[in-house]
């Protein structure tokens, strides 16, 4: 047999029923003890999530029949407190709501967006922001937040892409479950944690054509080997809740998606957190057409595991009914209160109802404006630079652009409940470095998507008087985002025609784009000296990248997704398939000669008028200084099957200045039963070293990392020849290091 079979067929598993509590047997015991006290109706409504409609008679009295589990979207702790009083002190059961909001980058603090969180390749930057927004939103009373999302995102037109990790799996792993970690600390029962909301399990990001809700095709491989593992990191993190995802699979919504809530994540992961809808999404059944009304939207939503209905009031209408019909089960209502019920213990609610609105920390700590900073400046990506940076003035400074003073758009989406007076732009932070008198300001455009360039003859003029230009460029917040997709990924509005026109000022230019996705930028990056990108980097942006513009700190920001040099190139990963026809040579369109031959490029796989590479690939990302690999070591060149891959590498900082880089570790798989990519992440470090300096590292790769899912979903690690890379960017072009698996 060529390959081993290391876990059972899903098809075997059993998909129904669920995993009973891995709880302590004394709340076990309280939460029987409670649903044996439950009416129906006091069931169904633990199942029931509102949104904040404010402390009034209504909603009193909906919390007061026990008709509300969660409430979400309210953030004033004194009306979180008034209406867990309710819940507390005048149901029969006195038992506590809980309070969600989407803290998705920050509460008050506004960190970079996920995805620039992920440009950091630092887990730990990822995990502080998390316990920075848990510890503000907290002080507000919220105790569940809709974040991480882990859905990988290939196809950067989707916005939503903004709020996860991006392309790749490891990277959106290691990301997720940090995130998990910050938010839930060691013990969830702490007043200043919030129970996680690992989403959108699954495939969110897989959505045709990058329009967002769009449905999915998704074959079982590529579902387990690329989709999934960020969700399983996130659960192995103890992630205490996961929301269910808009989209259809293959034709079945997750909302009522049995195989996937109950067959994958309870059955095969034992995982016994609480699942959440999306906003409306059981209701959204009957639109997919795999429901005919809510009544049976909310009978498939509680067969396939859904634990709790965000705002589509389907269970509050009809689980009764379907129950005293026969039509879905006790047992089954039981257990979905189960879940709402433990995650209520384990966040400690029974104890510790109330928001303690004395104790609350400060928001916009100075310690976590600092963070914030940092974090900024790890996640900026330096993607040009022609000896212009670090850079060198004591003359004027020409700043323009629309993103250059935009503290509402730089904080990007999800920023529901910052204050943009907080926000510290680069403007104002380099008007603070540099001494008001040396920048000379003109927006040139007065936001991303203006296409008014009566401006642009007074700009140019203004920047023949200074000594350099920095052009702050990009898109407006909204235009990424949930529901915020977009068909071309250039730059909006005339600011490519702006910088054209910049460029005959004959000074130097530096671009910084600030944007929500990776955008086209091929003709930018010719026109500038230098060429940074800044993923909505929050509150703090503005002395971040101030700080990365002077030097004061090195850029050390690695790309989390390929960067596409046509918006035809999407999908667009560096994971691909070497295909039956590899491209070894390209003929591009202008090079054709007239009327040639149907074959005569060479019939391989890519575009004429885009070649095949990325404009910067996934991984990238330039320093001040450079770095060099050693050739990697590896403890054995043959690993068995249950063994561990162990590689050392010996990278060096060979440059004059201290800075960070990002030892990533790629292997490929050359021979298999299915296919295998041509390059994938199996593990990455990010290092800091000084001048000179060199450090040593270690990665242990287990086998099983190195295998892959079968056609029938079935895990497979196959013996055979695997080649193996140690570098800072996804195309490393070294001879690989070979190893086999025995
Ligand atoms: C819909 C979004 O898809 C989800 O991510 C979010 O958490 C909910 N709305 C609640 O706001």
Redesign the pocket.
Known sequence: MKFKLLTAAFAALAITGSVRAAESPEVEARIDELISQMTLAEKVGQLNQL?GYGYNPDMVGQIRAGMVGSL??EVDPEVVNALQREAVENTRLHIPLIF???VIHGFKTMFPIPIGQSATWDPAIVEQGARIAADEASSAGIRWT??P?VDIARDARWG?LA?GYGEDPCLTAAMGAAAVRGYQGDDLSRPNTMAA?V??FAG?GASEGGRDYNTTWIPEPLLRDVYLPPFKASADAGAASF?C??NDINGVPSSGNTELLRGILRGEWGWDGLMVS??N?IGEMVNHGFAADKRAAAALGASAGVDMD??AHCYAAHLADLVEKGEVSVATIDELVRNVLRMKFRLGLFDNPYVDAASMRRFYAAESLEAARRAAEESAVLLVNNGILPLATTGKIFVTGPMADAAHDQSGTWSFDMEKSHTVTPLAALRDMYGADNIIYLPGLAYSRDRDTSKFDEAVAAARGADVILYFAGEEAVLSG?AHCRADISLPGAQTAYLRALKAAGKPIVTTVIAGRPLTLPEESGLSDALLFSFHPGTMGGPALANVISGRVAPGGKLPMSFPRMVGQVPMYYSVKNTGRPTYSMTLIDDIPLEAGQTSTGCTTYWLDAGLAPLYPFGYGLSYTTFEYSEPALASSEIAADGTLTVSCTVTNTGDRAGSDVAQLYVRDLVASLARPVKELKGFEKVTLAPGESRRLTFNIPASDLGFHNLKGEKVIEPGEFHLWVDNSSDCKKQPVKFSII
Do not use: G, I
Request: glycine share 0%; charged share 35%.
């Open positions: 949104s979400l979207n969600a909001r989407d809709f974040s999302m939503r709020e909301c989403k959108h969110y929301m995802s808009f999306d906003w999404s965000m705002e949930e």
